[in-house]
């Protein structure tokens, strides 16, 4: 079935709709269901479907009693579980595959504490909205952010012998990733060599129509505006959906949305959408590079002509010094997977050591610097996330890492304008520049040790449920061979 956008754009709906708004929009497309979504502690999206006929106006203030928390990963326990979704206006979407169910809408909710109706601590949505309560009393009123959301699509991947067999292993376990454009699994003319997928044009990028008609569901149901898509360096089907910034909330709930129409699109397709960190050995892996900046009413407080070297100001100077302050307590929730490490590896062009810089991809900070004299550009990308991140706690984490810098008045050191990939460990150490975790547990150290600045956003309950989480995760990966020590050692 085809999934273009639908014939309506929606007009009236987005970031101005209100409950009035959406109460009639579900009635004039005779819409039988609406869907409940919320977003768990690792960034799962989950949903529940109410009859569109139950969904009253009071539901978008008082909530729908729909939620057994002690049955979502890091939420509460069995003797507490009753909880509240309350749904957001301003996130109706119409979901195009769900004609065949009656028609969908799509609300984006956030978590309540039953009984008290008071949001709730460990909801990823609720702690980015803390956020920017945060960055306000600080003074900074607007936050912008900019996510590049990179992902595969494959046409298959083949878990061998099953998948129960590599989850326990106990007889060997291996996996084959399928597509018609990698080298070992190549279709002629479709064929891209490692590395060399940047931009390709068909018959090499064999997944352009299908980015095209993810982009126009995401503009014509979802509300979100696109700023490109392309293909990515790596082969094997890596491409990259690049929306337009906005505020921090609706950034992250905009991701989201990405996420879940790119899974379910390439799903129709036949294909398989992954967003894995490193899946493929020996080209790049898929990061989210994060692009951020902090406004007092229409003024950017990143932005200062005077500036000789990137047109920065002090404060962001000082941001940027918080961001390397914290960047190795940073990679527990930016980059949360065992998989995560393979990514950050020299000569993938995924940062390994912590700098900043001007236009410079080997630095984890990095100033884009395509146009002088744009006040409105100025900002920082923050290079070292991946896409497996919680885009909420990753977004609130990024600005208060920034924001401790501003208030503390971190200056960073100096900025590198070298491959850094290419420095021997002594001028590195002479330039002051800081290696990132090598491991899921190194950061999941660094996290618990300077997790000071993530107060009181964060509250201690919800990281120590998550890292908790990550560590069972890391032990469960220790204790499984690798079809690669089989390789190395099989004949010592």
Not at 382 to 390: E, G, I, K, L, M
Not at 413 to 432: C, F, G, M, Q, S
Not at 469 to 480: A, D, I, T, V, Y
Request: with cysteine; proline share 6%.
């Amino acid at each position: 079935m085809a999934m273009t956008g639908t014939t309506d754009n929606g007009a009236g709906l987005g970031p101005s709709a209100t409950v009035e708004d959406v109460m009639a929009r579900i009635e004039s497309r005779h819409l039988r269901w609406v869907e409940l979504y919320y977003t768990d502690v690792i960034g799962g999206y989950n949903h529940v479907h109410i009859p569109a006929r139950a969904l009253e106006p009071d539901a978008f203030t008082d909530g729908v009693p729909k939620l057994d928390g002690s049955s979502v990963r890091g939420f509460r326990e069995i003797f507490e579980s009753d909880m509240i979704l309350r749904p957001d206006p301003t996130t109706f979407a119409e979901i195009p595959w769900a004609a065949s169910q009656g028609g969908a809408a799509r609300f984006i909710c956030d978590v309540l504490l039953g009984g008290s109706k008071e949001p709730y601590g460990h909801d990823p949505r609720g702690v980015a909205k803390r956020a920017a309560a945060t960055l306000a009393e600080a003074g900074y009123d607007r936050s912008y952010w900019g996510p590049e959301i990179e992902f595969f699509v494959f046409d298959s991947v083949q878990l061998i012998p099953s998948a129960d067999a590599v989850r326990n292993a106990w007889g060997g376990a291996g996996y084959l990733i399928n597509s018609s454009e990698a080298p070992w699994d190549g279709n002629g003319d479709q064929t891209i060599r490692f590395k060399e997928g940047y931009h390709r044009a068909a018959p090499h990028d064999s997944l352009e129509g299908m980015r095209s008609e993810m982009c126009n569901i995401l503009t014509d149901d979802f509300h979100i505006t696109m700023d490109a898509h392309h293909h990515e360096v790596a082969t094997a089907g890596q491409q990259e959906i690049n929306i337009r910034f906005d505020e921090l909330v609706p950034a992250a709930d905009h991701v989201q949305d990405v996420r879940f129409v790119v899974r379910n699109v390439a799903r129709q397709k036949g294909k398989v959408a992954s967003f894995m960190p490193k899946p493929i050995f020996g080209d790049n892996g898929i990061g989210m590079h994060m692009n951020q900046s902090l406004w007092t009413g229409t003024t950017n407080a990143f932005y200062d002509a005077n500036d000789a070297y990137a047109e920065v100001s002090q404060t962001c100077r000082y941001y940027i010094g918080g961001l390397l302050e914290h960047a190795r307590a940073l990679c527990g929730l930016t980059n949360p997977t065992t998989n995560s490490y393979r990514r950050l590896v020299p000569g993938y062009e995924a940062p390994v050591f912590i700098a900043w810089s001007k236009a410079n991809r080997s630095a984890n900070v990095r100033i884009p610097f395509y146009h002088k004299g744009r006040p409105a550009a100025k900002r920082v990308e923050y290079r070292t996330p991946d896409s497996a991140a919680n885009i909420y706690l990753t977004e609130a984490a990024l600005s208060l890492a920034g924001l401790d810098g501003i208030k503390r008045k971190i200056e960073p050191p100096a900025p590198v304008d070298h491959d850094i990939y290419k420095l021997t460990p002594a001028k590195r150490n002479e330039l002051d520049i800081r290696e990132l975790p090598g491991s899921l547990g190194e950061a999941l150290d660094c996290l618990e040790s300077d997790r000071a600045f993530l107060k009181p956003v964060f509250p201690d309950s919800l990281l120590d449920a998550f890292v908790e989480m990550k560590r069972e995760e890391q032990l469960q990966l220790n204790l499984r061979p690798h079809p690669y020590e089989f390789y190395r050692y099989l004949d010592l």
